[in-house]
């Protein structure tokens, strides 16, 4: 075995090895060492993240290693097309280091180990089964996590939501093995070589699994209702992992083999999807009072940029986008825990609002953010997806300056604002080779239409102030209603993708 | 009779309002992916997978047996989980009707 095929099988073990060390110390010695063996795991994983990055990089074949010498063995698998994906694993793994403590208790701690291992599990996997059990792994610890704080009715929904995009992809799954293909990820060519009404079905319910799973329109209020109820530790693994795993799961099992079989019904209905994944979100953004509800919303119009970019086919720009967006998004939800919001006013010291502004403007996407200049293959696809997401990336702006920031010198003040001094210039690297010239008409279209969405938000400050919009709708829906608007999404995309035949 | 019971499992799930209904509606469906992933493994008269000695008959495909006790263990622990927090969702004094139940 080579010392990189032996990263990518610890990458997913190590957390897994540190849980059962320290059940193993609290069951036997009766001590605590589940704090260190988080943060020991975490650093583990980040040595073992930059060696596997660095053994792909420059266009180095992927890492492959078959766990056994037998056919259709388990495979973990590591690859250019997965670095997204890791950076967007490794931004909340760095954080948690110090701040660990949010989760009070030895078992959360044991849990968030569990949580790990699902994660790296997903990001090494190297088959579309193996994927579906440490996304099962990941989520069934995430499910618990988010009841931490007595907040169970998020959990439920969550769990209600998350198991029905799991069954979607386990049928998915079906729909691979019967076609005779095995379980490779991407796809064999025997899938390639089924007959298209086969092909239909598999790509209708593996997007359906990943729309769900990944909070697309108009499945995207458990993501938002998990953020409020959990942890920031917790909030910022859902906010990037999750949106990084949904771009990457629909490129690999949707958009890529519906291009390779020019099947046109599923980059359709993502876009369509998407489009209102982008418009829906900003919308409860621009109008919620709820800072952390405003964080949650930002997450999940990103997602639907991410999907429209992948059905531009332009995976490599979703995957940077989603994965610059994971870290801000990080350290967003991390300095959420220093300040103080009551109504519409937010407190915190003035490092802490200083770095809560820088990340609320990389969130929004607004130029001259680095976030804009990745949006850059939309803006080429037309005027119209231009528009859109101009339009999408102003609300989401306008939702956080309608917030009354205000200097409190009594406010927790941690060296968060300092770490964030040093993440934003390595975000602001990752897409300087797409900021072309051909971009900055469209940053200064988008500067002058900022000034005005910022006297627009002080103007939707006052008429927020005593009305709650966004409230009643919350009161108005229930989970029977957005059961149903899943099945509806469901309908849809068979409709759509399969036919009526 | 695999789309019926689908067809049943996806309008309970959304037609009824009791929580614990969803979760077995859930659980339903979950069950019929898997035994549609058997019937593909199955071979008419076919004999258990077991290299050397056995009979000379053609053997069940084994793979979507190995894979579906994986997935039946996920749906164990995913029915565990969810009725523990229906169980603490009430005694938390909070009705067990989805019509009745907001974010807090």
Known sequence: MTTEAAAVLAFPLVPLLAAAAALSAQVL??????????????????????AMAAAVAGGAPPL??????MPLSIELAFGADRLGLCAAYAAPLALCIGRVDQLAKPALRLLLLFYMGG????????????????????????YVL????????????????????????????????????????????????????????????????????????PCFTWLVSCHVATVPVVSAFLASFTAAVGVWGLEMLVVAPAIRTGEPGPLGWLTAVSAMTMIAPAVVVLLEKNFKRCVAGSTVVTIGLGGLLLARGRAGAA?????????????????????????LIL??????????????????????????????????????????????????????????????????????????????????????????????????????ALSVTALAAARLRQWLEPRDPVGRVHRALNLNVELLLAVLLWLGGMIWIVGLR | MTLLIVALAVWGLVASDHLIRKVMCLAMLESMVILEFLRLGMVED?????????????????LPQALMLTAIVIGVCFNALAAALIVRLRASGRSLRASELHDD
């Open chain 1, 64 to 69: 492959r290693f078959a766990v056994s010498a």
């Open chain 1, 146 to 217: 988010v009841a931490a704080r007595e907040r169970y009715y998020a959990a439920t929904k969550y769990m209600l939501f998350g198991a029905a995009g799991s069954i979607c992809l386990l049928a998915g799954i079906v729909l691979v093995h019967g076609s005779g293909a095995g379980l490779s990820l991407p796809y064999g060519d025997a899938w390639t070589a089924a007959p298209s009404v086969h092909r239909r079905w598999t790509l209708h319910l593996m997007a359906a699994a990943f729309l769900i799973k990944s909070a697309f329109f």
């Open chain 1, 29 to 50: 010695a009766r001590r605590d060492w589940t704090k260190w063996a988080v943060r020991w795991a975490a650093v583990a994983q980040l040595g073992l993240a930059v």
């Open chain 1, 319 to 343: 995957m940077t986008l989603v994965a610059a967006h994971g870290v801000v998004k990080a350290l967003l939800f991390h300095l959420t825990a220093d300040a103080g919001a009551d109504g």
């Open chain 2, 46 to 62: 076919g004999s258990a997978p077991i290299l050397g000695g056995g009979p000379s008959s053609p053997m069940v495909d084994p």
């Open chain 1, 119 to 142: 994660c790296a599990g997903a990001v090494v996997a190297g088959d579309v089964f193996n994927f579906f059990v440490f996304y099962e792994v990941m989520t069934m610890a995430a």
């Open chain 1, 347 to 448: 407190r915190a010291r003035r490092s802490t609002l200083a770095a809560l502004a820088a990340c609320a403007w990389m969130a929004s996407g607004v130029a001259p953010a680095a976030t804009f200049f990745l949006k850059a293959p939309l803006r080429e696809a037309g005027d119209a997806w231009a528009a859109l997401s101009t339009t999408a990336a102003l609300a989401v702006a306008a939702g956080f300056w309608k917030f009354r920031w205000r200097v409190d010198p009594e406010a927790p003040g941690t060296a968060l604002p300092w770490a964030c001094a040093l993440a934003l210039p390595a975000v602001v690297a990752l897409p300087a080779r797409t900021a072309a010239a051909g971009a900055l008409p469209a940053a200064l279209v988008e500067a002058i």
